[in-house]
Nanobody
Framework: QVQLVESGGGLVQPGGSLRLSCAASGSIFSINAMGWYRQALGNQRELVATITSGGSTNYADSVKGRFTISRDNEKNTVYLQMISLKPEDTAVYYC?????????????????WGQGTQVTVSS
């Protein structure tokens, strides 16, 4: 089993900043990609940003220039630095990890989600 634990959400005023963290632990063989997704009330879950083990990143157009994703491969941890936050950034933010889990005699596909952390941007 692999667990993802997120932290760093909260209430912030428009224009403010927050940093989210997500640490993966358990029977990890390798994590190829980690990412952040968000789901606002009444909306579908959407991509925010992803990063590969090699450092390649991908961002949703709505967050480009304001959000930065990074990762520490040794710690199996991914971060999301968010600046210039807007009310429309309000959502539950979910961490995702994809790769392989180590079994007793084989590898298993890993596609794990965290429990989510609330980000609220409001004055």
């Amino acid at each position: 089993q692999v667990q993802l634990v997120e932290s760093g959400g909260g209430l912030v005023q428009p224009g403010g900043s927050l940093r989210l963290s997500c640490a993966a632990s358990g029977s990890i063989f390798s994590i190829n990609a980690m990412g952040w997704y968000r789901q606002a009330l009444g909306n579908q879950r959407e991509l925010v940003a992803t990063i590969t083990s090699g450092g390649s990143t991908n961002y949703a157009d709505s967050v480009k220039g304001r959000f930065t994703i990074s990762r520490d491969n040794e710690k199996n941890t991914v971060y999301l630095q968010m600046i210039s936050l807007k009310p429309e950034d309000t959502a539950v933010y979910y961490c995702n990890a994809r790769g392989y889990m180590a079994g007793l005699s084989r590898l298993y596909d890993l596609d794990q989600w965290g429990q989510g952390t609330q980000v609220t941007v409001s004055s």
